[in-house]
């Protein structure tokens, strides 16, 4: 699966995890992508990563489009999980220039 990287930092992030939707399916594939054991995920460092100051994410592929993202400077911190539908909106979004 060819996967876009992005260059974004999610600094200063303590707490993380799902919200509701109010769509039982998405809350449902949220709760089990949280679910998921990320201890042998594959992390791909973004190819937009700043070397210099090393700030940069890391995605990895949870299956079905599903991904992972993760700072790769506070790697403590719990990673943001996308359903493939969110990850495929926040794509477009990035390519839309929506964030900037």
């Known amino acids: 699966m060819h996967m876009r990287t992005i260059g974004v930092t999610l600094e200063g992030r303590t707490s993380i995890h ?4 109010g769509d039982p399916m998405m809350d449902t594939a949220k709760t089990a992508l949280y679910a998921m054991d990320l201890t042998d995920a594959d992390w791909v460092t973004s190819s937009y990563s700043n070397r210099w100051d090393k700030t940069c994410v890391e995605v990895a592929d949870l299956g079905g489009g599903a991904v992972a ?13 996308f359903t493939a ?15 900037g």
Do not use: C, I, K, Y
Not at 88 to 97: E, H, I, K, M, S
């Open 69 to 81: 993202v993760r700072d790769s400077q506070n790697r403590e911190l719990p990673p943001l999980r």
């Open 85 to 99: 539908e969110e990850w495929a909106a926040f794509q477009l979004g990035v390519r839309d220039g929506e964030f």
């Open 18 to 21: 799902p919200t509701a939707t």
